[in-house]
T-cell receptor
Framework: AQSVTQPDIHITVSEGASLELRCNYS??????LFWYVQSPGQGLQLLLK??????LVQGIKGFEAEFKRSQSSFNLRKPSVHWSDAAEYFC????????FGTGTRLQVFP | NAGVTQTPKFQVLKTGQSMTLQCAQD?????MYWYRQDPGMGLRLIYY???????DKGEVPNGYNVSRLNKREFSLRLESAAPSQTSVYFC?????????????FGPGTRLTVT
């Protein structure tokens, strides 16, 4: 069955540290891939997306993600985290329907 | 430009009561969606409408009905609420028919069923 896995439920980093959030997908073919962010009490906002082409995609708020076909992964990265990045992050994939991972909650310490 | 709006923001129901969650978008999008979000489970699709006049079941449709009133509005109805329907409900829209990727989300409705 098609699925999206985010193995880390909760991650804590210090402000200024680098960040990598993991995402793996299980699909027969390469799906379209997305990262969304949800701030407390808010809806979801699209950070970035991958459809095809360059495997390193840039998004908003200084985030980037790298698609690795061999690992079925689409990990989200940021070189230097800010306190305002504390939120929940969702990886999602679609071929005919959008399927979300269970999310990773990011906590940032000053 | 309001994007996707949802009403109400919060609601408490007793078991067996009915209610309708309203959603509207002003982006002239064709497709609209209803999701529920539960802790540790991500977002799960309840129903969607690929275009005006059509609706289809998603992953968890039981206990819900929807109406695509016009291109702008897509409502979700709980006919007889159950505690298992306590959740946060999100409406979303996307531009092209079947464009499942770039969805725009409303702020959510937090529903508690006692």
């Amino acid at each position: 069955a098609q699925s999206v896995t985010q193995p880390d439920i909760h991650i804590t980093v210090s402000e200024g540290a680098s960040l990598e959030l993991r995402c793996n997908y299980s699909y027969g073919a390469t799906p379209y891939l997305f990262w969304y962010v949800q701030s407390p009490g808010q809806g979801l906002q699209l950070l970035l997306k991958y459809f095809s082409g360059d495997t390193l995609v840039q998004g908003i708020k200084g985030f980037e993600a790298e698609f690795k076909r061999s690992q079925s992964s689409f990990n989200l990265r940021k070189p230097s985290v800010h306190w305002s990045d504390a939120a929940e992050y969702f990886c999602a994939a679609n071929t005919d329907k959008l399927i979300f991972g269970t999310g990773t909650r990011l906590q940032v310490f000053p | 430009n309001a994007g996707v709006t949802q009403t109400p923001k919060f609601q408490v129901l007793k078991t067996g009561q009915s209610m309708t969650l309203q959603c509207a978008q002003d982006m002239n999008h064709n497709s609209m969606y209803w999701y529920r979000q539960d802790p540790g489970m991500g977002l799960r699709l309840i129903y969607y409408s690929a275009s005006e006049g059509t609706t289809d079941k998603g992953e968890v449709p039981n206990g819900y009905n929807v109406s695509r009133l016009n291109k702008r509005e897509f409502s979700l109805r709980l006919e007889s609420a159950a505690p298992s329907q306590t959740s946060v409900y999100f409406c979303a829209s996307s531009g092209e028919v079947g464009d499942w990727g770039e969805q725009y989300f409303g702020p959510g409705t937090r529903l508690t069923v006692t």
